[in-house]
């Protein structure tokens, strides 16, 4: 009996110990930060800085109590917020913001846990971004300025975050952009400023369209004109030279022109089959045809009292 009672106030002795040993063992990681607090006060802060490293530690068990804090860098996603400018431009600005606690103790004393940290610092970065927006255009936010805008509304958090224990490391604005209602209306404006340019383009290339087709009539005209004036000018000097040749040719041999230019005459005035001539036959057009050296009838002989042939002929007057 007295050994089963022995046996079993061992057995509870070691359960009590191995509990003790539990509760009085504790880790701190790498990427963690502690406070060791003895009834609320704070006793220690372990792995802060170079001094204190990570590992095994220990506490009074039931006396001491431990809180752990991420080291590392914490993530801050901001809502989207509508603002308005400088230019009086409404614009919608997503942030982000990227923490990390450095002062543990200071951070358990103000807000004491991650959740309410991040609403602290949401209601800073917030009204920090309302401040610095404000005072700034809407180009200055979008293109020319913004890197240096996102590095002073860092500073400004910083300064009031100070006093959480925490430090902002980044802060970026990843998107900076109209509200749904002002974009609609800045794309129907920039559609209309295109529709204007593409009608100020169209109306310059008519503009020059007329002007090259007027160019160009202008210059059918002109070359038209001088081309004949050069045709005027060749057809009078070949006529001139054919006259010319002619004249010459006629000095050369009056007679032999005259018998060239009758039988042109006989050729031109006789074609076709029924072709008939009202002249009468002693006329100087037919002297070839009486005389083959084409000398003029007598006076007395073109009256033709003696042959009654020539009396008809000279009467009707008609040669086929």
Same mark, same amino acid.
């Given at each position: ?205 008519? *503009?020059?369209?007329?002007?090259? /087709?007027?160019?160009? =009539?202008? $210059?059918?005209?002109? &070359? #038209? %004109? +001088? !081309?004949? *004036?050069?045709?005027?000018?060749? /057809?009078?000097?070949? =006529?001139? $030279?054919?006259?010319? &040749? #002619? %004249? +010459? !040719? ?71």
């Amino acid at each position: 009996m007295n050994n089963h009672a022995l046996r079993t106030g061992l057995i509870v002795i070691a359960a009590a110990v191995v509990v003790a040993l539990y509760a009085s063992v504790f880790t701190v990681g790498q990427m963690q930060q502690a406070l060791v607090l003895q009834f609320g006060r704070v006793r220690a802060v372990l792995n802060q800085t170079g001094e204190d490293r990570p590992g095994l530690y220990f506490k009074i068990p039931f006396v001491e109590n431990v809180i752990l804090f991420d080291k590392r860098v914490l993530d801050l996603d901001l809502p989207v917020q509508a603002l308005l400018t400088a230019d009086r431009q409404n614009l919608e600005v997503d942030a982000f913001a990227r923490y990390r606690i450095i002062d543990p103790l200071r951070f358990y004393q103000a807000v004491g846990n991650i959740g309410l940290a991040n609403q602290r610092l949401s209601s800073f970065t917030n009204s920090s971004l309302r401040n610095v927006l404000a005072r700034s255009t809407r180009d200055a936010i979008v293109k020319t300025d913004r890197m240096r805008l996102m590095n002073e509304i860092q500073e400004d958090v910083n300064r009031q975050a100070k006093a959480l224990g925490v430090q902002i490391v980044d802060l970026r604005m990843t998107r900076v952009d109209l509200p749904a209602q002002n974009s609609t209306a800045v794309y129907e404006r920039m559609k209309t400023e295109r529709k204007r340019e593409a009608a100020d383009i169209r109306a310059n290339g008519e *503009q020059i369209a007329a002007t090259i /087709r007027a160019r160009a =009539d202008r $210059d059918v005209t002109v &070359i #038209l %004109a +001088e !081309a004949n *004036q050069k045709s005027e000018e060749l /057809r009078g000097q070949g =006529d001139a $030279d054919r006259n010319r &040749i #002619l %004249a +010459e !040719a006629f000095g050369k041999d009056p007679d032999f022109f005259a018998f060239y230019r009758s039988m042109q005459a006989y050729e031109n005035g006789l074609k076709g089959s029924d072709t008939r001539l009202v002249i009468s036959p002693n006329s100087d057009f037919f002297r070839y045809f009486n005389d083959p050296q084409g000398r003029q009838p007598a006076a007395g002989a073109s009256r033709g009292t003696g042959d009654p042939s020539n009396t008809t002929d000279s009467t009707t007057g008609a040669a086929r």
